[in-house]
């Protein structure tokens, strides 16, 4: 979701400075960035990857002229770019490998197209490690020097960030928190990557709608029951406003299929804090649900995590919003600068 973010001027801003891009399926936004991950201009275009990869990274390309133009700056101000994309990945080859996000991008060398379209060298992200950067570097994890961010929207992505450090994987799978498993049963829950059981399975928005569903066709009473055509997570949250049962029992179930995730990441990780992104907050921290569905996953973690983390590890909404993809690939072209210039 755009933001009503404060631009900084180049004049109050800090050199160096950073483009970055945020590949989604159906937008593609760009930033320029300033050294202390402060946005100075921002913009979006359509991502019709239909058209394929190479189009795409040319239009990338003049996008970013623009993003920079409109930050008074011109191509030799900034010294990296930093690309985020959704699905399966090599990020070492900097490839897009075969992906239902962007299936006419499938197979090809984004990092290395986009580059060779800027003319500068590209550090290549999955796109939820890019949004967990950004809350890490400016956002709600800035204070911890560790952080997992789980983001939920239509499928639930995620990341870990150690000090500086994405955890990547040696098959670019690392941070995959959707994927956790949580349940070990036959009948589990179908993921949307076709196996059982997945976190996303229960915890996505497309998970959220479908367990609704499900109660409604059990036959429960709920308000509900007149907008079932249409509905989304925004409409569960409306009628939870109004205390309907149903609605307020579906995102407490989903708080609780959450924290168990969480608790698994805490165990392995243990980080500073876990931070949830998305567009699915049932109103986030400025409505009295979006912080009762906050809290009803805390007091879940605290039913099942080992004891230093219940106290210590901070459980918070994601402060950036739809800025956290392009100001974390941006960090991540920093990141790249820097150790380039050691
Ligand atoms: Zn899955």
């Known amino acids: 979701m755009p933001t009503d973010r404060k631009f900084v001027s180049v004049d109050d801003a ?33 991502t019709d990857d239909q058209k394929g990869a190479q189009d795409g990274a040319e239009r990338i390309a003049k996008a970013i002229k623009r993003a920079l133009a409109d930050a008074r700056l011109t191509a030799k101000d900034v010294p990296y770019v930093g690309l985020g994309t959704p699905g399966t990945m090599d990020v070492p080859n900097g490839r897009i490998l075969q992906t239902h996000n962007l299936p006419g991008w499938s197979d090809s060398p984004i990092r290395d197209l986009v580059s060779e379209a800027v003319g500068k060298p590209v550090a290549f992200v999955n796109d ?84 609704t569903q499900e109660s409604l066709e059990a036959g429960r009473a709920s308000s509900l029951r007149k907008r079932r055509a249409k509905l989304t997570p925004l409409i569960v949250a409306e009628e939870a406003e109004t205390n309907d049962e149903l609605a307020l029992e579906i995102i407490d179930d989903t708080a609780r299929y959450l924290a168990v995730g969480i608790v698994s990441v805490m165990h392995v990780v243990d980080p500073g804090a876990v931070v949830l992104g ?27 995590a080992l004891e230093p983390l219940v106290t210590r590890t901070a459980v918070d909404f994601a402060s950036l919003g739809g800025d956290a993809g392009y100001i974390g690939a941006a960090g991540i072209a920093r990141l790249a600068y820097l150790r380039k210039a050691k």
């Open 14 to 46: 800090e050199e160096p400075f950073f483009a970055g891009v945020d590949v989604g399926g159906t937008n593609i936004k760009i930033g320029v960035v300033d050294n202390l991950g402060r946005p100075m201009s921002w913009l979006s275009i359509s």
């Open 128 to 211: 939820a490690n890019a949004a967990a950067y950004g809350e890490f570097w400016v956002g709600s994890g800035r204070a911890f020097n560790s952080i997992a961010l789980l983001t939920l929207g239509t499928g639930v992505g995620g990341g870990v960030i150690i000090g500086d450090l994405l955890i990547e994987g040696e098959n670019s799978i690392g941070g995959e928190l959707g994927h956790m498993v949580i349940d070990y049963h036959e009948n589990a829950r179908m993921c949307g990557c076709g196996h059982r059981g997945h976190l996303e399975a229960y915890c996505s928005a497309t998970a959220v709608v479908k367990r």
């Open 278 to 304: 998305g567009a699915m907050n049932f109103g986030g921290r400025q409505t009295e649900l979006g912080r009762r569905f906050l809290a009803r996953v805390q007091q879940e973690v605290a039913l099942r």
